[in-house]
């Protein structure tokens, strides 16, 4: 166990943070190359976009479930923050959605 002396505890913090010791149910990280990009990622739900859009009244794309879901909750407000909008119409991002297809392809997985 871990005692929390003076010392000991920073001794043994140190060796933790840099990579000195071990842990044995590490967890393994997947490659980078095989993670979602998160340019490809919705900022509100956090999963890949399927039917990704844009408000006309901000340049930031979302998934449109995601989008009106929050909406419900808080009416055409803006999800970072700011002034609310002035109105719910959206366009579709097909640009976002060829880059989803074209990563999908390159990882079948």
Request: proline residues 10%.
């Given at each position: 166990?871990?005692?929390?002396?003076?010392?000991?505890?920073?001794?043994?913090?140190?060796?933790l943070?840099?990579?000195?010791?071990?842990?044995?149910?590490?967890?393994?990280?997947?490659?980078?190359?095989?993670?979602?990009?998160?340019?490809?990622?919705?900022?509100?739900?956090?999963?890949?976009?399927?039917?990704?859009?844009?408000?006309?009244?901000?340049?930031?794309?979302?998934?449109?479930?995601?989008?009106?879901?929050?909406?419900?909750?808080?009416?055409?407000?803006?999800?970072?923050?700011?002034?609310?909008?002035?109105?719910?119409?959206?366009?579709?991002?097909?640009h976002v959605?060829?880059?989803?297809?074209a990563?999908?392809?390159?990882?079948?997985?």
């Amino acid at each position: 166990l871990i005692s929390r002396e003076r010392g000991r505890y920073s001794s043994l913090h140190g060796a933790l943070a840099g990579g000195m010791i071990a842990l044995p149910h590490e967890p393994v990280a997947a490659p980078l190359d095989d993670a979602e990009p998160d340019e490809l990622t919705c900022p509100i739900c956090y999963t890949m976009f399927r039917d990704p859009v844009i408000p006309t009244d901000e340049p930031r794309v979302y998934e449109r479930d995601a989008l009106l879901a929050f909406w419900r909750r808080r009416p055409l407000a803006s999800f970072f923050g700011g002034e609310s909008l002035a109105s719910a119409r959206m366009e579709p991002a097909l640009h976002v959605r060829e880059q989803v297809a074209a990563w999908l392809a390159a990882h079948p997985e």
